[in-house]
């Protein structure tokens, strides 16, 4: 159960003891104000232990004095990511003795100015700009004079270092599980063009089927909308093609939900009939049936080399690399992928 001290969370440790992140919380900062068993505070503990989480050393600031890093996000309300990729911000800034101030701008660039100047006031050690969706920005001048981050975002010359998610090896790597499996007949439900993660997820679809000399079959790419009705519409689109796929790859979890949906409503099992990928690994996928095999959108470890970054250069003086960090999505084995069982031509009387 052990794991790297510099991986561990507080979600970690909520997962592994079965309780919420808030009770976690509640028992690792001592705090007496809610009801919590002995019980339940004894195994929390535990398993903070085994696992190696380091809470906030509070005496160590105490003696030291607070040193701020800055937090802007866009969104927050919208998505998990973004709490997610604030975890491991704060766990990072925690472990270096130093306290996370976040802001979020609500995508308005008026609050955003504003929330910036605040944040600065505070004469951080540096800041972290963060957005919800992975896109090019231009930072404000202000941003200059203050040793800066970007998290899945980037400026288009690269003037500071930025954190991504690797999307097109991710999409590569969801369809490649595909591929290995067997598959030949292999769909794609994708997100809303316009946005660069949908754009690079399919570039990945595409570059596996290349890769192994798979035709990129027109009528197997779908476009959906993040949600999960659009993954039930098109998966049963795609079940009542002349040759259906016998593999699909959602590109994100919640339209994977659906794809199930609409493959049990036609009597087929998932990985049987019709082997599942998804995408994002959120909390859903563990609970789906089958559980549901995806590839991790890993915000947290972004928020993490963010603030990591921040603390290396202030801590040598010098300015890191102005380069563009595109950080692995690595997949998530669980029990929705199976070899064909019966080929495409067999299974097309099926719908």
């Not at 660039?109 to 972290?128: K, Q, Y």
Request: hydrophobic share 40%.
């Amino acid at each position: 159960m052990a794991r790297s001290r510099s991986k561990v969370t507080m979600m970690d440790v909520a997962r592994e003891a079965g309780v919420s992140q808030s009770t976690v919380s509640f028992v690792v900062n001592g705090s007496t104000s809610v009801r919590i068993s002995d019980a339940t505070r004894q195994r929390v503990l535990e398993v903070a232990e085994a696992l190696g989480y380091r809470r906030f050393s509070h005496s160590a600031l105490d003696h030291k004095g607070s040193r701020v890093i800055g937090f802007l996000v866009d969104e927050i309300s919208t998505s998990p990511f973004a709490v997610a990729s604030m975890d491991g911000a704060r766990e990072v800034a925690w472990e270096n003795d130093r306290v996370l101030l976040v802001s979020s701008s609500g995508s308005d660039p008026e609050l955003e100015r504003s929330a910036i100047e605040t944040l600065l006031s505070c004469r951080p050690e540096g800041m972290v700009i963060a957005s919800i969706l992975t896109r090019r920005i231009e930072p404000p001048a202000a941003l200059r004079d203050v040793p800066t981050v970007l998290l899945n975002c980037y400026e288009s010359d690269n003037g500071f270092p930025s954190v991504v998610p690797g999307e097109v090896a991710g999409g590569h790597t969801a369809t490649r599980r595909l591929i290995d499996a067997g598959h030949r007949r292999i769909a794609i439900i994708g997100g809303e063009p316009w946005m660069e993660a949908a754009r690079d997820r399919l570039k990945g679809y595409r570059q596996a089927l290349a890769t192994a000399d798979i035709a990129a079959a027109p009528e197997l790419i779908r476009e959906g909308n993040w949600l999960p009705s659009s993954g039930y519409e098109q998966t049963r689109a795609l079940m009542a093609l002349d040759e259906p796929p016998t593999g699909i790859f959602c590109c994100n979890d919640s339209m994977a939900i659906g794809c199930y949906e609409a493959l049990k409503e036609q009597g087929l099992r998932v990985p049987e009939d019709v082997s599942v990928v998804g995408y994002d690994d959120q909390e859903v996928a563990r609970h789906m049936y089958p559980p549901l095999t995806t590839v991790v959108l890993p915000h947290d470890e972004m928020g993490r080399w963010a603030v990591e970054t921040l603390v290396t250069e202030v801590a040598s003086g010098q300015k890191p690399p102005l380069r563009r960090v595109k950080m692995e999505c690595p997949l998530v084995e669980r029990c929705s992928v199976a070899a064909p069982r019966v080929s495409s031509s067999r299974r097309s009387g099926m719908h």
